[in-house]
């Protein structure tokens, strides 16, 4: 997070504090999203692969639970934005559980942020002004690139 300021700091986390108090419907949205966009990213879930219809998406538990885990992990991000040594640390485990457990290429990584970003700005609207979204884009931007980092020194 060293490449943001103190206004993006504070873009970030006047939005999140919105967006995080219905934590469960909008991380839902999210994987939905990302799923109806990218459906090849439902092979890394072997419970998704078979879901299909929106009806089954909005119901099934597992994407719920997914749903919360991406919130809470951008909730842990946000939290320690202040505190890079901890935010290092966080987004080090999420890269390597996501190389090793789950085999998940680090470009999907890439694929949410911008699905996050659209769901952002659909949501907010004139809220989510061009500076407050610039603020969202190098946050994620800087969280990629971090994870991509993490990714090549585990396989280097």
């Not at 457990?101 to 694929?111: G, I, S």
Request: aromatic letters at 10%; hydrophobic letters at 40%; glycine letters at 4%.
């Amino acid at each position: 997070m060293a490449a943001l300021t103190e206004a993006d700091k504070q873009n970030i986390r006047g939005i999140w504090k919105t967006v995080f108090e219905n934590a469960e419907e909008n991380g839902r949205t999210i994987v939905i999203r990302l799923f109806e966009k990218y459906p090849e990213t439902k092979v890394y879930f072997k419970n998704f692969k078979n879901i299909s219809t929106m009806e089954e998406m909005q119901k099934n538990e597992q994407i719920r639970i997914h749903g919360l885990r991406v919130m809470n992990s951008l909730n842990q991000v946000i939290q320690n934005i202040d505190n890079l040594n901890e935010v290092y640390s966080i987004l080090t485990h999420l890269a390597k559980r996501h190389q090793y457990v789950h085999r998940v290429d680090v470009h999907n990584f890439k694929l949410i942020f911008g699905v996050i970003i659209k769901i952002l700005k659909e949501a907010l609207g004139a809220t989510f002004t061009e500076e407050i979204c610039t603020s969202w884009q190098k946050m994620l931007s800087f969280t990629y690139d971090y994870l991509v980092s993490c990714y090549h020194k585990s396989s280097g």
